[in-house]
């Protein structure tokens, strides 16, 4: 069972448009993660979110948590082709420990 | 350089013979855990370590096993491989358990070929 899910799945756009890529799930988490991945390297954070209704800005990227913090959405502002990647959303679960849940991700490529 | 490091990077192997690959990490972290990737399923849990002696199972233990005998190791081995073992392979350490605060930092990883 897929707990988190990603939209779109993949996405290619021309250089200077902007974009946003969603994360939702039935499940309510104490904070999420956004981690970009790129071919042949393991995923790096970009942020991480805790309040519901948080929103975080990291230079061309905003990140918004849902009020009820079970989504997230992340949108980029003229996009570059530095910004190729895929883009993971990861939510921690309260169990014995923060579990974290990774979604499927979202395949970006920004076309010079 | 602070890091997390694996080994080896491409591995392919026949089905049922036994196969580590190892993790190190130098950033004096408390967990450490082993994903795997596969196409649409995003990174799946496979163990994971709390802390030197501390192990439990992830989503997907089986047909893995893992030791932590020491902080900074943490290797994953598989003892019996099988094709629908072929993916791609995440080490990750983090400072402490609370992963939700605290961010992960990934290995390179490792693509694993059983056939």
């Known amino acids: 069972t897929q707990l988190l899910e990603q939209s779109p799945q993949f996405l290619s756009i021309q250089e200077g448009e902007n974009l946003t890529v969603y994360c939702n799930s039935s499940?309510?988490?104490?904070?999420l993660q956004w981690y970009r991945q790129e071919p042949g390297e393991g995923p790096v954070l970009l942020v991480t979110?805790?309040?519901?209704?948080e929103v975080k800005k990291l230079k061309r990227l905003t990140f918004q948590f849902g009020d009820a913090r079970k989504d997230s959405s992340l949108h980029i502002t003229a996009a570059q082709p530095g910004d190729t990647g895929l883009y993971l959303c990861?939510?921690?679960?309260?169990?014995?420990?923060?579990?974290?849940?990774f979604g499927p991700g979202t395949s970006l490529s920004v076309i010079p | 350089e602070a890091q997390v490091t694996q080994n080896p990077r491409y591995l392919i192997t026949v089905t049922g013979k036994k196969l580590t690959v190892t993790c190190s990490q130098n950033?004096?972290?408390?967990?450490m855990s082993w994903y795997r990737q596969d196409p649409g399923l995003g990174l799946r849990q496979i163990y994971y370590s709390m802390n030197v002696e501390v192990t439990d199972k992830g989503d997907v233990p089986e047909g893995y096993k893992v030791s932590r005998k020491e902080k900074r190791n943490f290797p994953l081995i598989l003892e019996s491989p099988s094709p629908n073992q072929t993916s791609l392979y995440f080490c990750?350490?983090?400072?402490?358990?609370?992963?939700?605060?605290?961010?992960?930092?990934f290995g390179p990883g490792t693509r694993l070929t059983v056939t």
């Open positions: 990750a350490s983090s400072l402490y358990g609370s992963l939700g605060a605290y961010e992960q930092y």
């Open positions: 979110v805790v309040t519901g209704g």
């Open positions: 499940s309510v988490f104490s904070s």
């Open positions: 950033m004096n972290h408390e967990y």
């Open positions: 990861a939510g921690a679960l309260k169990t014995s420990y923060d579990k974290v849940i």
